[in-house]
């Protein structure tokens, strides 16, 4: 088995997108600086999150545990605003009931909406924190189209590289990448990622190339460091089959990507949470799809920074 970016012809659509069913979509409030990004999922579906950072922000994690009753979720929200911004979830929530979908119990569905959160409030106006009607609209903007990337969504008001000082901060953001892996039954599964990259350190690609001119071996930082309360937010998917034990090796790999692109990463002021999504019935080798969700991940980390820098420019 082997790795290769989507092809086109392939895979037309080389995001997290890119895995058939994962729709999402975007809340931007470019004045605040803060915003909500929505995934949402097929069904069925199994979901994992580990989480790794010293300061996170989150909701209804546990249940997604392992030897948890509830395997299937419907709806993923990534969001601005600190601890304030997990009412998002709330409207989520609102629509999805709406819609019928949720857990079925005797009363009614009861819809799953797991969240996690970055600090943004450097960013902009701190008292700009997305709420439920926010988070009702990312879900309606919610599509197949190519994830758009950048200062949109969750990243809006992301920032990057503060632990060197404030003069070093810079833009971090929403960005997005799939991979194909070609399996030894002549058929092909995908893996898609998107991140909301807001890390206290610095940003580099798998290649280890700078994207916000720090040294791949950070060292204690010359002077005074920035505020630092940060976080990095992935989500990982396939279209593979895969049972919710093993999918945490996916969610490992993830996280391998973060510390592989983010120096340092996993520190005490970040709250990095990575997502991973079994949503399909694809044959692929499990150990190939971890390397794929590691590849996935830090292409997506690195399209966040070339996405804000391009932005900025």
Sequence with gaps: ??????????????????????????????????GVTVVTLPE???????????????????LLAPGMRIEEIQAIVLTGGSAFG???????VRALEAEGRGHETPRGPVPIVPAAVIYDLLAGDPAARPGPND???????AGDAPVPMGAVGAGTGALVAGWRGTENMQ?????????????????QAVV??????????????????????????????????APLENTTLVVVATDTRIDRN??????????????????????????????????????????????????????AIAAALTAATEEEG
């Design 246 to 299: 093993d999918l945490l090796r996916l969610a490992v790999r993830a996280q391998d990507a973060i510390a592989a692109c983010i120096r340092p990463g996993h520190t005490r002021y970040d709250g990095d949470v990575a997502f991973a999504v079994s949503c399909g019935e694809a044959v692929a080798d499990l150990d190939a799809v971890g390397e794929a969700a590691f590849v996935a991940v830090g292409d």
């Design 1 to 34: 088995m082997r790795l290769r970016a989507a092809a086109p012809e392939a895979i037309p659509r080389m995001t997290l997108t890119s895995v058939p069913g994962i729709r999402v979509g975007h809340w931007t409030d470019p004045v605040g600086r803060t």
């Design 192 to 225: 898609g990622a998107l991140a909301v990259v807001n890390a206290v350190g610095d940003v580099f690609t798998l290649d280890g190339v700078a994207l916000t001119g720090g040294s791949p071996r950070p060292g204690p930082p010359a002077g005074p460091p």
């Design 135 to 141: 988070g009702a609209a990312a879900y309606a903007a």
């Design 44 to 62: 069925p579906n199994r979901v994992v999150a580990e989480v790794r950072g010293a300061a996170p922000g989150s909701r209804e994690l546990a």
């Design 86 to 92: 997990l009412a998002a979830a709330d409207g989520v």
């Design 171 to 187: 833009a971090g953001g929403v960005g997005s990448a799939s991979i194909s892996v070609e399996n030894t039954v002549g058929g």
